[in-house]
């Protein structure tokens, strides 16, 4: 009995975390395309099983971002054009969850990489008034 119990919780945590993004490897150096592509199949796949998937949005803005920075070092050359690619999955992402402080953060930095300030301080601006727990008095700028 004691088996059966536990075997039907070892299937439902594997159930409960099978729905569970992976973290993006930051850590890890794309010499390909095809290994980047590779990497952010799981949030790709998540975005086409739920398109509302904010955190799978954010993910792959993230990643985008992430091959962008290898480029900038001369590590990937193939992805000179990931900063542009980066920018529609982290709007996406924050127009579905507007507390997912991680996308503001990568769509700030993207502005700000392509250029364009005026957008990179817009973007901060909105996450310290959106993201806010409920219970926090709002932000006002001078």
């Keep these: 009995m004691r088996t059966l119990a ?9 159930a409960g975390g099978a729905h569970a993004l992976p973290t993006f490897d930051t850590t ?17 796949q998540a975005v086409s099983a739920n398109p509302r998937n904010a955190a799978a949005h954010g993910w792959i803005g993230f990643a985008y971002l992430h091959a962008y920075r ?10 000179a054009g990931y ?3 980066a920018v529609p999955p982290l709007q996406e992402a924050i127009k579905l969850d507007a507390a997912l402080v991680q996308a503001y ?22 996450m310290f008034q959106k993201s806010r727990p409920g219970w926090l008095p709002p932000v006002k700028f001078p």
Excluded: C, M, N
């Design 6 to 14: 536990a075997s039907g919780l070892i299937v439902l945590l594997i």
């Design 105 to 126: 953060v990568s769509l700030h930095e993207a502005y700000w990489l392509k250029g364009d300030y005026e957008k990179a301080e817009k973007v901060l601006l909105e």
């Design 28 to 44: 890890r150096l794309f010499k390909t395309e095809a290994e980047f592509t590779r990497a952010i199949q799981p949030y790709q």
């Design 70 to 79: 290898q480029h900038r070092q001369g590590w990937a050359p193939f992805a």
């Design 83 to 85: 900063l542009d690619r």
